[in-house]
């Protein structure tokens, strides 16, 4: 039995994302919709400036974690610009 663990991830937007991110939205926001309903995605959103993204995936590692971020079309496209993933234990 794989047991999964919990990763945040700190990344950061292009200048201008407002409009770079227009042709990319849609199957951005379906992805997203998808990995929450299979469990794979706790929560996401960006920073009231919109200048930094933040979610926790559910994956069985690190490596597992790093391909969720990183097949969504925000980071293929380059509107999410860089990021940084780790294991988080959650107390509460």
């Known amino acids: 039995m794989t047991v999964l663990k919990k ?3 700190w990344g950061s ?3 201008n994302v407002l409009e770079k991110r227009s042709p990319f939205r849609q199957a951005h926001l379906d ?3 998808v990995l ?3 469990g794979s995605l706790l929560t996401v959103g960006p920073t009231q400036d919109v200048t930094k ?4 995936y559910i994956a069985a590692d690190i490596s597992a974690a790093r391909q969720l971020v990183e097949s969504d079309p925000y980071w293929q496209n380059g509107i999410w610009t860089d990021y940084e993933i780790h294991e ?3 107390v509460y």
């Open 88 to 90: 988080w234990i959650q």
């Open 7 to 9: 990763f945040v991830m």
């Open 31 to 33: 992805g997203l919709k």
């Open 53 to 56: 993204v933040f979610a926790v």
């Open 36 to 38: 929450h309903e299979a």
């Open 13 to 15: 937007y292009c200048e």
